[in-house]
């Protein structure tokens, strides 16, 4: 006998509050992934050696319990909404048309302060093998890659505070899975400073370096999951065709001849976008990411026999205002709100 991990499912719903359980299969948007899974991780408690014992192990207790896991999945729009906006905070939505024509667009921002939304969690393990439900999910960390002959791929990181585990007759029947179209990289655009990037590959992360050892005594679980400083970076790997981006970096300024102390903020944007329409309408799904001031961190130049040089630029996002966000991320789907 064998378990098909192929037939396993992952729904997400956003609580309304902490420690309620909202049903995914409910109103909530289930996603195909590629691999990963929370289903627990704990130690088993040995003691050290004690002068008198005999030389073997004699008793051992198993320690508190952590749900986390690590997902990877093709990034597409529906199910993307809404761990994006576990990983940032918070969106507005609005929508034109009804049905099968519906373009519901949404506007997704990082929230000030560590209140990131809660998330139900309902993950079916293979082919019967475990079903879980989890209350009080948070996304730790979101990544989103693509290469120019490669899909838009993503992953992210999820912890919750409680799990279950229920008989796979509870498994939401017939989920609500996002089978929307996927993006490719010739569909895919890097630009910073108003100028499009010659880019082969890119990247950006998003870590809320969220604290997941917050054990207490009396208790088995995590007390809490707290968000702590976040961290935006973008990756562009790339063939220059002249030397500004990496004087901007070194030097502070693309025009400068020599190192100041200084650096340049310009703006950053990926757009993302699938060959296919939304409905019968003439709009496409995408995803549009802006970031009003990043800097390049410095980087060196590495020539090497007859290859051709190639530059893998690391983009830090900055917020020096507190009245402008650090990035919006915009999605357009055919969903009116974010599940």
């Known amino acids: 006998m064998g378990f098909s991990s192929q037939s396993g499912s992952l729904g997400f719903r956003t609580q309304s509050v902490k420690g309620t359980y909202s049903n995914p299969g409910s109103g909530g948007i289930f996603m ?63 929508s034109t048309g009804s049905g099968d024509s519906l373009v519901g667009t949404h506007v997704i921002t990082p929230i000030d302060g560590a209140n990131l939304p809660w998330i139900s969690v309902e993950e079916n393990i293979a082919d019967g093998y475990e079903h879980f439900r989890y209350t009080d999910a948070r996304v730790g960390s979101f990544h989103l890659e693509a290469e120019s002959n490669g899909y838009l791929m993503g992953n992210c990181q999820l912890v919750a505070l409680s799990q279950i585990a229920v008989p796979g007759a509870s498994a939401t029947a017939n989920p609500s899975v996002d089978t929307g179209p996927m993006i490719v990289g010739s569909n895919i655009t890097v630009s910073f400073g108003g100028v499009q990037l010659p880019g082969k590959s890119f990247s950006i992360d998003v870590n809320n370096n969220q604290e997941t050892d917050d054990f207490r005594l009396g208790s088995l679980f995590l007390g809490d999951t707290t968000p702590k400083r976040r961290e935006v970076t973008a990756q562009v790997a790339m063939r220059p065709d002249d030397s500004a981006m990496w004087r901007q970096a070194m030097y502070g300024t693309p025009n400068a001849t020599s190192a100041g102390g200084q650096v340049t903020k310009d703006d950053f944007e990926i757009v993302c976008e699938t060959y296919e329409f939304i409905g019968n309408t003439a709009t496409v799904y995408s995803l549009t990411i802006t970031a009003p001031q990043v800097i390049l961190k410095p980087f060196e130049v590495t020539p090497s026999g007859d290859d051709v040089l190639q530059h893998d630029v690391e983009i830090q996002f900055l917020r020096p205002s507190v009245a402008q966000p650090l990035l919006t991320a915009t999605i357009v789907n055919h969903l009116s709100s974010v599940k």
């Open 32 to 94: 195909r992934t590629k691999s990963g899974a929370m289903g627990g991780a704990r130690d088993l408690l040995i003691p050290d050696a004690e002068i008198g014992s005999g030389r073997d192990v004699a008793d051992a207790y198993l320690g508190p319990i952590k749900f986390e896991g690590q997902y990877e999945f093709y990034a597409r729009l529906d199910s993307l909404a809404t761990v994006l906006k576990g990983a940032l905070g918070q969106a507005s939505s609005t």
